[in-house]
């Protein structure tokens, strides 16, 4: 029973790990990165579609990405929908690919792009920590009904602890990563 509950917490606080990561590699450092485009959904054909669906990114030069359109006739919608995203990034239709230069970010761009990575980080160490909650009163309730012992209950709250801790460190790793890389000039 114990071991159900601490499978189900290591699955759920990875799931939010990846989360937090997939979050945060799409803020923009000022590097470019087929990443960033991540969260781009271009409307064409009558549907919005995520960009990698409708193009190829690449990123030839490191304040460069180039966005190649599977179908020609799709390249304004794609160049407007990267405009109107909250990057800041201005796209240009240059024969068959988009030409997304990327700038250097000013300091204040910086302090505002930490303190969203900030937030996202915070966002899912609360995820975390409402997954520890889960499982404890699930530990509590099996306790109680007599499926486990109290010393198992008491060995499994103290293995839930550490899952948390560890994956509690794990954010917290990418988060100094990812605010290196927004203060790398």
């Known amino acids: 029973m114990f071991e159900e509950i601490l499978l189900d917490l290591e699955e759920r606080a990875e799931k ?27 409307e ?15 990123a030839p030069e490191p304040r460069l990405l180039v966005v190649q ?9 794609i160049a407007k929908a990267i405009e109107s995203s909250d990057l800041c990034l201005q796209a240009s239709i ?14 204040q761009r910086r302090k505002d792009l930490i303190k969203h990575v900030k937030n996202l980080a915070e966002v899912g160490k609360t995820a975390i920590r409402n ?6 009163d699930s530990l509590k309730k099996a306790c109680k ?10 060995k499994s709250m103290s293995d839930v602890q550490d899952i948390v801790d560890r994956a509690v460190k794990e954010i917290d790793r990418l988060l100094k990563l990812k605010e290196d890389d927004i203060l790398e000039v």
């Open 16 to 42: 939010t790990q990846r989360n937090t990561s997939r979050e945060m590699s799409v803020v923009r450092t000022g590097k470019a990165s087929p990443a960033l485009l991540d969260n781009i959904r271009v």
């Open 131 to 136: 997954i520890r909650r889960d499982a404890n």
């Open 94 to 107: 240059d024969g068959p690919v988009i030409r997304i230069p990327v700038p250097k970010l000013s300091d």
């Open 44 to 58: 064409v054909w009558g549907d919005k579609l995520p960009l990698k669906q409708v193009a190829g990114i690449s």
């Open 69 to 77: 359109p599977w179908d020609i006739s799709t390249a304004p919608a």
């Open 145 to 154: 009904n007599g499926k486990i012992t109290e010393d198992q209950e008491k």
